[in-house]
Structure formats: structure tokens, C-alpha cells
């Protein structure tokens, strides 16, 4: 059975500060790692790693993954109140089915 | 984002009755999925679907059922209503298995 683990459960940070949030991972046959933003509402997709991508970058937001070792983290600098949500990992296996971890909430104050 | 809505958006109703929930999405995405979202378990599969008329299960698909008659429509049916499944239900598509899901909005169903 796939399975994915997030930690922290949560966080609390201050603006401005860098957050690193982990996912690690056990599935058949690894097709891709994603990582979603959830506010109060539906997760908003933001990046995906494969094999042939296994390093993104978006603004202040970047993810890479460790396909050897199983996991990925994603990393938020210089952060802001707007990024304050739940983050969510999800993992395609050979079943072509994600799979997600319970999130990791983070919660940015002033 | 894919255009995908949900309706109902909000829904509470009674144990033991029949409950339909909608999905629809203009992207013309073959894919398309049914999730639960409960605190500590976080996203569930229930049941998912590969093209019109073509659906199989995921790992909570007890007590639901799910059509789909066109590419754009996705109906998920709780068959008998139960307290258990009070929840939070999202719908996703994608263009094909390898890529990434875009999730509607969401319906918060409520079973008394």
C-alpha cells in the first residue's frame, strides 16, 4: 500500500522567515510527487517532480526531490501571511492513483 | 485552474436517503475523481473514472456509487446516507494519468 508522510504537522513562523516542509514517501513503481496549497477551500496545484524534473522553482516557493533517499521537500522564503495554509504532498504510483499526506499547516504571523 | 464546479455546494440531509453530488468540468479532461476530506485522514480516494461510462474504485468506495455519461459530468451517489460520511467532497480531473489534478471547489455535506 503507497503511503505519505508529512511533517511538521504544523508550524508556526514569523513573516519574513524560511519554512521547509517535508514529505517522504513509500510507493510502487514512482511516477510523480506533487505539492498542493490549501486555503479554505479546493488545493491549488503547485508543483509536480518526476524523474526527468526533480527540482522546481516558483517565486519564493521551490520543491526538489530525492528519489534515492524518498522524499521531497518544499521550501518558502521571505514569507508572507498569504501563505498561511495547509500544504499537501500527493504521490503517483504504479496504480496511476495519488496518494496523500494528512498536510502540513502553516500558519504565518505578522 | 481546470473549470470544474460542484454542486451542491452545501448540503445537509437526513440519514438513510439518497444523495447526488455534481460535477462538472469544461476542459474537456478524460479524467476525473472523487475524494473525501475528513481532519486526520486527510484526501481519500473514493471512486475514480477514465472515460465516459468507465469508472473504478478507490479505496473508501463503500457505500458510494459514481456515473458518467458524458466526458464533462461526474455524479457521485451515496446510496443510503450515513453519519459517517459527513465530509467534505472534492471532485478533480486531469488531462491524462500522468498529470497533475485540479480540484473543484468542494461540497460540505452534512448527514443528521
Known amino acids: 500500500e503507497d503511503k505519505v508522510v508529512q511533517s511538521p504537522l504544523s508550524l508556526v513562523v514569523h513573516e519574513g522567515d524560511t519554512v521547509t516542509l517535508n514529505c517522504s514517501y513509500e510507493v510502487t513503481n514512482f511516477r510523480s510527487l506533487l505539492w498542493y496549497k490549501q486555503e479554505k477551500k479546493a488545493p491549488t496545484f503547485l508543483f509536480m517532480l518526476?524523474?526527468?524534473?526533480i527540482e522546481k522553482k516558483s517565486g519564493r516557493l521551490s520543491s526538489i526531490l530525492d528519489k534515492k533517499e524518498l522524499f521531497s521537500i518544499l521550501n518558502i522564503t521571505a514569507t508572507q501571511t498569504g501563505d498561511s495554509a495547509v500544504y499537501l504532498c500527493?504521490?503517483?504510483?504504479?496504480?496511476?492513483?495519488?496518494?496523500f499526506g494528512k498536510g502540513t499547516l502553516l500558519t504565518v504571523n505578522p | 485552474d481546470a473549470g470544474i464546479t460542484q454542486s451542491p455546494r452545501h448540503k445537509v440531509t437526513e440519514t438513510g436517503t439518497p444523495v447526488t453530488l455534481r460535477c462538472h468540468q469544461t476542459e474537456n479532461h478524460r479524467y476525473m475523481y472523487w475524494y473525501r476530506q475528513d481532519p486526520g485522514h486527510g484526501l481519500r480516494l473514493i471512486h475514480y473514472?477514465?472515460?465516459?461510462?468507465?469508472?473504478d474504485k478507490g479505496e473508501v468506495s463503500d457505500g458510494y456509487s459514481v456515473s458518467r455519461s458524458k466526458t464533462e459530468d461526474f455524479l457521485l451517489t451515496l446510496e443510503s446516507a450515513t453519519s459517517s460520511q459527513t465530509s467534505v467532497y472534492f471532485c478533480a480531473s486531469a488531462i491524462s494519468l500522468s498529470d497533475e489534478q485540479y480540484f473543484g471547489p468542494g461540497t460540505r455535506l452534512t448527514v443528521t
Open positions: 473514472s477514465y472515460g465516459v461510462k468507465d469508472t
Open positions: 500527493a504521490v503517483g504510483g504504479s496504480n496511476y492513483k495519488l496518494t
Open positions: 518526476t524523474s526527468s524534473g
